[in-house]
C-alpha cells in the first residue's frame, strides 16, 4: 500500500496534530477524483465540526474513537468500524472521546 495512503498512519498523524490544535482538529483531503473527495479528519474529545451543509452524497467512517453525528432527524453515536450515511440536512459533528472518521463525499 502507497505509504501516504494508509489510512491507520494518517489516522495517529492528524490525532497527534488535532491534540496540539487549539481547536482539537486536523484534517487531510485523502482523494480528490472529481466528484469524489475523500478525507480524514481527526477531532479530540469534546471537539466539533459546527453545524453545516451536506453534500449530495456522503459517508462517514468511524477509524478510531467515538463521534456523534448530529442532525434535526435525530443523533447517531458511531463507533469504530461504522460506516453510516451523512443525513441530507444540516448536520455537525461531535468526538465523544479522541477519534478519527473518514469522509467520502460526491460533490456535482
Known amino acids: 500500500m502507497d505509504a501516504p495512503n494508509d489510512l491507520n498512519a494518517l489516522a495517529a498523524e492528524h490525532l497527534a496534530a488535532a491534540r496540539t490544535s487549539p481547536h482539537g482538529r486536523s484534517a487531510h483531503l485523502l482523494l480528490h477524483q472529481d466528484p469524489l473527495r475523500q478525507t480524514v479528519i481527526a477531532l479530540t474529545s469534546g471537539s466539533a465540526l459546527d453545524e453545516h451543509n451536506a453534500p449530495p452524497a456522503a459517508s462517514l467512517q ?20 461504522r460506516l453510516h450515511p451523512i443525513p441530507q440536512e444540516r448536520h455537525g459533528l461531535l468526538a465523544l472521546e479522541d477519534a478519527v472518521v473518514l469522509l467520502t463525499a460526491v460533490n456535482p
Do not use: C, K, M, Y
Not at 478510531?64 to 463507533?79: I, K, N, P, Y
Open 62 to 81: 468511524v477509524l478510531r474513537g467515538s463521534v456523534r453525528l448530529t442532525a434535526a432527524s435525530g443523533d447517531v453515536e458511531l463507533a469504530p468500524g
